[in-house]
Nanobody, 123 residues
Framework: QVQLVESGGGLVQAGGSLRLSCVAS????????MGWYRQAPGKQRELVAF???????NYVDPVKGRFTISRDNAKNTVYLQMNSLKPEDTAVYYC?????????????????WGKGTLVTVSS
C-alpha cells in the first residue's frame, strides 16, 4: 500500500521559514519523480516545485529563489524548504510521486498523492 505523509506545516509570520517533509512508503522511491503542489482556498491545485529521480529540480516563478526542493533517497523523503514566506503562500501543500518511466492503469498515469499539510502565513 502506497502512502505519502506530509508534515511540517503550520502558522508563520511573513518573512519566516518552514520546512515541509514528505515520507513515502510502498514505492521504490529512487525511481520516482517527486513534486510539491499547493491549493489555496478557492483556487486550483498548482505545482510549486519538482525534483526528478535524477535530482533535476524545477520551480514555478513565484517561489524561485525562496523555496528549495530536495530529496533523501535513503530516507524515502522529499523536502521543501520555504524561506521569505508571504501571505500568498498560504495553502494546503501536497506531495506527489510518479514513476519517472510512466505507466498507466486504465489509461490513467499512475501517481500518488499525500493528504496535505496546511501552511498559513500571517501578514
Amino acid at each position: 500500500q502506497v502512502q505519502l505523509v506530509e508534515s511540517g506545516g503550520g502558522l508563520v509570520q511573513a518573512g519566516g521559514s518552514l520546512r515541509l517533509s514528505c515520507v513515502a512508503s510502498g514505492i521504490i522511491f529512487g525511481i520516482n519523480d517527486m513534486g510539491w503542489y499547493r491549493q489555496a482556498p478557492g483556487k486550483q491545485r498548482e505545482l510549486v516545485a519538482f525534483i526528478s529521480s535524477g535530482g533535476t529540480t524545477n520551480y514555478v516563478d513565484p517561489v524561485k529563489g525562496r523555496f528549495t526542493i530536495s530529496r533523501d533517497n535513503a530516507k524515502n523523503t522529499v523536502y521543501l524548504q520555504m524561506n521569505s514566506l508571504k501571505p500568498e503562500d498560504t495553502a494546503v501543500y501536497y506531495c506527489k510521486s510518479a514513476p519517472t518511466i510512466p505507466y498507466y492503469v486504465n489509461s490513467r498515469r499512475v501517481e500518488y498523492w499525500g493528504k496535505g499539510t496546511l501552511v498559513t502565513v500571517s501578514s
